[in-house]
């Protein structure tokens, strides 16, 4: 059973930080790209960040800067740091993995920034 779950979601100040979790289980993390999309109230999904199973890792131009993504191929684990975080930044935050076949999907945790 595959199983993606994300952690570290919560209330940050502006101008702060907050270092997003996902443990991964079922699949082999290593051959997967993973990465983080987050969606905003009554805003479409959009990607935060990719990174390859090699470790190459790919931003949208919108999203350069703020937020970096890692992996751990060890604890099967993708990781998104978070800095000088804007309201704007609201939203559910949701890891996913993608292989040659198959895509996968966490439920998502949500990041709230406000005073």
């Known amino acids: 059973q595959v199983q993606l779950v994300e952690s570290g979601g919560g209330l940050a100040q502006p101008g702060g930080s907050l270092r997003l979790s996902c443990a991964t289980s079922?699949?082999?993390?290593?051959?997967?790209?993973m990465r983080w999309y987050r969606q905003a109230p009554g805003k479409q999904r959009e990607l935060v960040a990719t990174?390859?199973?090699?470790?190459?890792?790919i931003y949208p131009d919108s999203m350069k800067g703020r937020f970096s993504i890692s992996r751990d191929n060890d604890k099967n684990m993708v990781y998104l740091q978070m800095n000088s975080l804007k309201p704007e930044d609201t939203a559910v935050y949701s890891c996913?993995?993608?292989?040659?076949?198959?895509?996968?999907w966490g439920q998502g945790t949500q990041v709230t920034v406000s005073s």
């Open positions: 079922g699949i082999r993390f290593s051959l997967y790209a």
């Open positions: 996913s993995a993608h292989g040659l076949e198959n895509d996968y």
């Open positions: 990174i390859t199973s090699s470790g190459y890792t």
